[in-house]
């Protein structure tokens, strides 16, 4: 979901945490068209490509045919509707961690920087930057002219509060670990506002062109506290109207917003339906214009369709930086055991999953990082399903009969057929896994606070690799995107070295050692990359 997402429909983001290319996990919700990208959100605003979420950035070529269709379908000042896979569960971007979120209120927040389809930094609400010598201080000259929703100036001040409000640590920030490294806001003037670093931080411009770079207005949020998720308020090209949970969220044309005669609608309008088949249907018969997270099980019966003459929609396929597994909580039995989670990950069958369950429509994984990008390694392997080396470790943890579990899934068609693989495959060893569907709000809450024991849960990626490891490993993390609650002082060091090379190849080879010692400890089983289709 930006941040994760779990398989509800199976295209998570991230709990993206945490959707779609981020956001963070994902409950295999997958972002649909407005997550963010530049291309995507250009549909709507009716500009070109320098707006995309970073993470989608790759996809968005061929993306925005499909998506220019559906809003000029409506017109200038029309209505877009859109069906989303499940029901967002907080709007602050400071504070969420479902890629679903952010499919909505990328609209409503500008980030201080963007990506271009090459994935590289473009200016949004911060117009220039510059970097010292020494690393240890960004400053940024600010767009002029900006208003927020409620009319007050966007300026250096309003950068400073909200990346003092996402470090404060008596406010429940899902950006904390991303902005942890700024030690000081300095207005210079007000539109010049410099950042000063406890140590270089390569990581820093790309974060700022995501979730930690969305600015909210300051006096909205001083005066709702945490209930600014209830009615956020930011400087985009659209403005909040109402949220009726589990039923719509509208938003409006801002007529004040910065990039004159943008956006082209007037109102966009997002629909939950967790139910996959519900939300093919909703688009088939025209009540909506474009959905996320198309099931795969049935990709091929809808390609089929959308290739006849006449059809109502089109199947739009294209590359994902997102992964999809098991997310095991090592603070608490079973997984506590390193041998116990050694035991169900040698019961699992990757490939059986990517290419018999899911029909092709996903590619094996057992990292982080997927192929085309920056941190990928090619000498990864996919471990083979080894029910002997299961029951071997069964044996070495003293539970040679096996042991009992529960796996937390979110409703959707996807979502079921994984759990129910990987129960079958545990079966095997004497693992019981007991599959326990909630809803996905419920499921973040859970994670978050370490109730679980075993979760499906996935991650939309990020341009840079920093974050799409770091906060899930380290000890920053816990309470937002570490739903494992692991930590490895081994891990931590190695990670807070790769922040400050500005080198990949020397970042990847520090990757590279933390994804050996994942792979002994086990705090995720990585299971698949996926494929990502769209339906408009």
Partial sequence: MGRRWSSASMTSPRKRRRCWIGSRKRSNQRCIPFDGSPKIRAVVNGRGGAMRRAGALLLAGIMVGGLMAAASAQGKGGTLRAGLDADPPN???????AAVDRQVYQNLFDKLMDTDENLQIIPMLAVSWTTSPDGRTVTLKLRQGVKFHDGTPFNAEAVKYNVERMKDPNFPSARRSEVLPV???????????????????????????DRAGMIVAPAEAKKAGTDFALHPVGSGPFRFVEKIPQD??????????????????????????????????????????????????QIRQLAQEASQPGARFKLLEHGAFSWQGIWLNVTKPPFDNKLLRQAFNATI????????????????????????????????????????????????????????????????????????????MAADAGIQVKLQIVEFGTMLHETDTLQHQAAFLGWSGRPDPDFDIYPFVTQSGIGSFNDA????????????????????????????????????????????FEKEYKLV
């Fill in 91 to 97: 709007m602050d971007p400071h504070r969420s961690t």
């Fill in 183 to 209: 030690q000081k806001v300095t207005v210079v003037d007000p539109y010049t506002v410099a950042l000063s670093l406890e140590r270089p931080y390569s990581p820093l411009l790309y974060v700022l062109t």
């Fill in 248 to 297: 719509h969220i509208t938003l409006e044309r801002n007529p004040d917003y910065w990039i004159k005669g943008q956006p082209i609608l007037e109102r966009i309008v997002y629909r939950p339906f967790p139910d996959d088949n519900a939300r093919v249907a909703n688009l088939k018969s025209g009540d909506v214009d474009i959905i996320n997270r198309t099931p795969l099980p």
């Fill in 349 to 424: 069958d990757r490939n059986v999953i990517a290419n018999v369950v899911l029909q092709g429509a996903a590619y094996p994984s057992y990292a982080f990082f997927p192929n085309g990008t920056p941190a990928y390694d090619p000498t990864w392997k996919i471990p083979p399903r080894n029910i002997p080396l299961a029951k071997e470790k069964l044996q070495a943890a003293g539970s040679p009969s096996g042991f009992s579990c529960t796996l937390l899934i979110v409703p959707g068609q996807v979502n079921q057929a994984i759990g129910q693989a990987v129960q079958a």
């Fill in 485 to 528: 609650g692991y930590t490895n002082p081994q891990v931590q060091t190695l990670l807070d070295a790769a922040r400050l090379l500005n080198d990949m190849d020397q970042r990847r080879r520090a990757y590279r050692q933390v994804t050996q010692i994942l792979a002994d400890d086990l705090p995720y089983l990585w299971l698949y």
